[in-house]
T-cell receptor, first 112, second 114 residues
């Protein structure tokens, strides 16, 4: 069981470039999340999805977009990268009964 | 709206000494409470959780946390820390399994000094 898989693990972007962070899960969970983690700031929710075809904004959605065409995949797109988007990004799923989140290993993005 | 406060951003402690990492939450309804641990350059892993029942919950590596409803707290403790416990610890609250939202505190970095 792979759990939650994120790619790439590391990426450097130039200002204005676009990219997609991939997230896939094999746990058949309906709920999926994207968080960003900045030093001393904890985790902030960017977007979440309660099932295929349904997405909604979290606390810090500006500059990002998501889609959820299947239960397994929840990609996060950055359209015009800015230095403020330098961060570590985590994808997670939520178990149906306990509310526990299962995290991927993270994607470290640097925008120069 | 729910919120989580972790009062200490950094906690240094000598090896084999006890430690307590503090967590307070605010919520208007019944909650589920979690502690997650993040080792360097890794994702977050569940350490322990309180859903219902006994207010004292334990992890497999010697940590415990006690849910105190009157003080809205869920402090994490370990009687004797090891070097391998060096990590960042996050407290989180959810308003039940049906809630989409899990709110995290800002984290506490535990540094165990040999």
């Amino acid at each position: 069981n792979a759990g939650v898989t994120q790619t790439p693990k590391f990426r450097i972007l130039k200002i204005g470039q676009s990219m997609t962070l991939q997230c896939t899960q094999d746990m058949n969970h309906n709920y999926m999340y994207w968080y960003r983690q900045d030093p001393g700031m904890g985790l902030k929710l960017i977007y979440y999805s309660v099932g295929a075809g349904i997405t909604d904004k979290g606390e810090v959605p500006n500059g990002y977009n998501v889609s959820r065409s299947t239960t397994e995949d929840f990609p996060l797109r950055l359209e015009l990268a800015a230095p403020s988007q330098t961060s570590v990004y985590f994808c997670a799923t939520k178990g149906p009964f306990t509310g526990e989140l299962f995290f991927g290993e993270g994607s470290r993005l640097t925008v120069l | 709206a729910q919120s989580v406060t972790q009062l200490d951003s950094q906690v240094p402690v000598f090896e084999e000494a006890p430690v307590e990492l503090r967590c307070n939450y605010s919520s208007s309804v019944s909650v589920y409470l979690f502690w997650y641990v993040q080792y360097p350059n890794q994702g977050l892993q569940l350490l322990l959780k309180y859903l219902s029942g006994s207010t004292l919950v334990e992890s497999i590596n010697g940590f415990e946390a006690e849910f105190n409803k009157s003080q809205t707290s869920f402090h994490l403790r370990k009687p004797s820390v090891h070097i391998s416990d060096t990590a960042e610890y996050f407290c989180a609250v959810s308003e039940g399994a049906g809630s989409y939202q899990l709110t995290f505190g800002k984290g506490t970095k535990l540094s165990v000094i040999p």
